[in-house]
């Protein structure tokens, strides 16, 4: 027996097989290529595979197993959020069920709406709009009432930062390069404003945004001392040992941020666009939380000075970063968290339920189950033991 996704093989007993079905967790990620590669993997000589899906299987050597009756369900398929010219969101729904109407709610902090809705007929989908007072940072949507998939009765809207697009321009240290490199990772850009990083102020033009990081070769005695200024936060700079400056000074009338005695050790332009200098180092400094803090806090002041709006992600775009309380982060959709506090809405695909096949499967379970000793089990017993798994992961194993 093997779990998609992500479950090795296991030896079972053919008849507590629908025991252990029963027992698994339900997903919504889609399993149609990990399907593939196990059927590919288990289907080969004269083996019997049984597959409990509703994908089509084009190999004759798999039974397939299905629900007889086709899912129940009204799910979300998309929400937005807009502030300008009225505070309202959208709401799409697919109506994949003999209902006419549900009741949706929407909310954002203390204030939320709800109301019942007209459904298109099966399997169309309709948009709703929802005025709102005001919206906080996260904007949440139930569709109320139990129906035969809970996947897509939640979904969620996250306002995110547009994070700046890093470019090294220079030759830079190997760990100014990495911090680079990370901070692209954890923070994609996309077409987002862009921030140069470089290594003469001579290079960055007037014009771009960037950072300024000049050699650092002067040992230091001085104590440091930081201005309160939002590349300065969370960074102790009384930590560091073995302080190294460059001799020369940041460019003429720009403001000092981070000072060892007389000399600057960081300094930002005073005019738009936005340009840090940035002109110490030291032994080790680059292996410390503080190193990575100021570099985060560096390239966000830089270039994150506006919102990306309210944004949605589709599950698939999942990454490992992203962690959801109380389930398989990635198997499921919700409100997810970064280690660093960062909320992102991950919600469930939009699916259309395929109709139910007509073919005689039970009469083949039934076959193996003889063939295997296995008297205790039967076709319609083992269909009821799957009946709310498969319901309940139908629209999403495609």
């Known amino acids: 027996m093997v779990a998609v996704p992500g479950g090795s093989a296991r030896r079972v007993r053919f008849s507590d097989v629908s025991r252990e079905v029963e027992a698994l967790?339900?997903?919504?990620?889609?399993?149609?290529?990990?399907?593939?590669?196990?059927?590919?993997?288990?289907?080969?000589?004269?083996?019997?595979?049984?597959?409990?899906?509703?994908?089509?299987?084009?190999?004759?050597?798999?039974?397939?197993?299905?629900?007889?009756?086709?899912?129940?369900?009204?799910?979300?398929?998309?929400?937005?959020?807009?502030?300008?010219?009225?505070?309202?969101?959208?709401?799409?729904?697919?109506?994949?069920?003999?209902?006419?109407?549900?009741?949706?709610?929407?909310?954002?902090?203390?204030?939320?709406?709800?109301?019942?809705?007209?459904?298109?007929?099966?399997?169309?989908?309709?948009?709703?709009?929802?005025?709102?007072?005001?919206?906080?940072?996260?904007v949440g949507v139930q569709i109320l009432g139990a129906d035969g998939n809970t996947a897509n009765d939640l979904a969620w809207a996250v306002r995110e930062k547009a994070f700046p697009r890093i470019e090294a321009r220079s030759s830079l240290s190997p760990s100014v390069s990495r911090i680079v490199e990370a901070y692209g990772k954890a923070r994609p850009g996309g077409d987002s404003a862009r921030v140069l990083v470089v290594n003469d102020a001579s290079v960055l033009p007037s014009t771009e945004k960037g950072a300024i990081v000049l050699p650092a070769e002067v040992p230091s005695q001085d104590a440091v001392l930081a201005s309160d200024h939002e590349i300065t936060r969370h960074v102790n700079f009384q930590s560091i040992s073995h302080l190294k400056r460059t001799a020369a000074p940041p460019p003429e009338g720009w403001t000092p941020v981070v000072t060892a005695g007389p000399n600057v050790l960081v300094a930002i332009k005073p005019s738009e666009p936005r340009q840090v200098w940035i002109g110490f180092d030291a032994d080790g400094w680059e292996s410390t939380t503080d190193f990575v803090i100021l570099w985060t806090n560096v390239f966000d002041f830089l270039g994150a000075t506006k919102s990306a709006g309210f944004v949605c992600h589709p599950l698939a775009d999942w990454t490992a970063e992203w962690n959801l309380d109380n389930a398989k982060s990635g198997e499921w959709p919700g409100l997810y968290t970064r280690s660093d506090g960062q909320k992102r809405a991950f919600n469930a695909p939009d699916v259309i339920v395929k109709s139910t096949p007509l073919a005689d499967w039970q009469s083949r379970v039934a076959q193996i189950s003889a063939r295997n000793g296995a008297i205790e089990l039967s076709p319609e017993g083992f269909l009821l033991a799957l009946a709310c798994l498969v319901a309940s992961l139908a629209l999403w194993q495609r």
């Open 25 to 138: 967790s339900p997903t919504a990620c889609d399993t149609g290529r990990a399907l593939s590669d196990v059927i590919a993997a288990r289907a080969t000589g004269d083996k019997t595979v049984i597959v409990v899906t509703d994908q089509d299987v084009a190999d004759r050597r798999v039974t397939r197993l299905w629900p007889e009756e086709a899912v129940q369900d009204v799910g979300i398929t998309r929400i937005s959020v807009r502030e300008v010219p009225s505070t309202q969101a959208m709401v799409e729904l697919r109506n994949q069920s003999s209902r006419a109407k549900a009741s949706v709610r929407v909310s954002s902090g203390a204030v939320q709406q709800e109301r019942e809705v007209d459904l298109p007929a099966s399997p169309g989908a309709r948009a709703y709009f929802f005025d709102l007072q005001s919206v906080t940072d996260v």
